[in-house]
């Protein structure tokens, strides 16, 4: 599909999309608890739905409502075949999950994923006792489990996603574990973990977030888990509002541990001045100007930072490009590369993007089958020349399925054309 944006002032009042971080993590949560866990305002977007099919072949029963699931967890193997979809906090927070059986289970995905390596799941899981063979060290993989606890020293630069796996399943290990961590980045979705696992009832000793202490033979307690909003998807809705017009989105916290609540601060940096109360954001279209910012910690804000510094003069440098690589594109090339098309300068040197404010000509962009590139350039043509048409438009439904709905509540004139047409 070809969605064409037009140049426009977004106005208006939005609901955040339910965080899919969260969403992913509460549905493994639920499957691990015996009984009834509730989740109220899921996210059911595409990664979700992979992470609840997944569950289901793992043996959670779900009965989904309008605006929650229900879902009755307890660990079995249904099926020996899980579909990951193209989410890749699902391959490596279910890997570990998965290694608790006792018998093989094998791993699938599409999209870009089978493209992503797996290598650091397969020297994790080895540590601790489980069998792992893949293809070349890329999807599919077959884990062998089951595992009992134990150590493992993991890398945590590229991801803290296979962490996040680890911590909760080795709670249901018959004996203790201990997990060292290299160099972790993204510690803010750690903590997320930590906090969404504390809820359920796991205790796990962080030690600087380095060294990770989880005894073996605790208990997942079911609960009712309401999913907050998600700031990745509303980064770009506060984005629009900063640079065209003036934005409320509500449905969301600044107390919150995603780490994308950092655009609050990007957005302080480069002048606008967002108005936060109780569950909601205010912003208004501001005098704009050129910042720095590390989104190492946060790198699914480099495309709504690198549209926010396309509209502001001078040259903005957002350090953090080495955590751009496996995703779903190769997203330091496709920003600049977008950007470029579009009439903005923009580069890398070394860890650090760097982007000068313009006016962009609008016209053709690629998503590169990339959702948050996709929001980027639909959010570059409120202030550009000329419409943006943007190919695989439909990628957004990844994480953010209402995207556009919400960009013409905004006011913004969107067209849909079925490829092809």
Known sequence: MTT???????????????????????????????????????????????????IRALG?????????????????????????????????????????????VEFTGEGSLPKRPV????????????GFRSQGGFLPFVIQGPVSGGKASIDGSLSSQLLTGLLMALPLAASDSVIHVRNLKSKPYVSMTLQLLSDFGIGIENQN??????????????????????????????????????????????????SDVAILDAL?????????????????????????FDATECPDLFPPLAALAASCPGTTEIAGVERLIHKESNRALAITGELHKSGIEAGTTGDVMWIKGGK??????????????AMMSAVLALNAKNPVE????????????????DFRKLGVSVEFKEDGL
Request: hydrophobic share 40%; aromatic share 6%; net charge neutral.
């Open 4 to 54: 064409k944006v037009y140049p426009a002032g977004a106005n208006g009042t939005v609901t955040a999309p339910p965080s899919k971080s969260m969403t992913q993590r509460a549905i493994a949560a639920a499957l691990l608890a015996k009984g009834e866990t509730v989740l109220l305002n899921p996210s059911f977007c595409k990664d979700s739905l992979a992470a609840l099919g997944m």
């Open 360 to 373: 962009a000509n609008g016209g053709s962009s690629d998503s590169h089958n990339d959702h948050r590139i």
């Open 268 to 292: 302080l940096l480069a002048g606008a001045q967002p108005l936060i109360s109780e569950n909601r954001i205010e912003i208004a279209k501001a005098e704009l100007k050129a910042f720095k």
């Open 60 to 104: 959670a029963e779900i009965e989904k409502k309008d605006v929650s699931l229900n879902i009755r967890g307890g660990l079995r193997a249904v099926s020996t075949r899980l579909h990951c979809g193209e989410s890749g906090l699902a391959m490596r927070m279910f890997s570990p999950i998965a290694a608790l059986l006792p018998r093989e």
């Open 390 to 405: 943007i190919t695989q438009a439909e990628c957004v439904e990844k994480s953010y399925p209402g995207f556009y709905d």
């Open 209 to 258: 977030f380095e060294v990770f202490k989880i005894s073996g033979n605790q208990k997942y307690n079911p609960r009712t888990c309401l999913i907050e909003g998600d700031w990745s998807g509303a980064a770009f809705l506060l984005v629009a509002g900063a640079v065209s017009g003036n934005v409320v989105v509500e449905g969301l916290s600044a107390y919150s541990l995603q």
């Open 119 to 130: 290598s650091m799941i397969e020297e994790a899981l080895l540590q601790l006792g489980a």
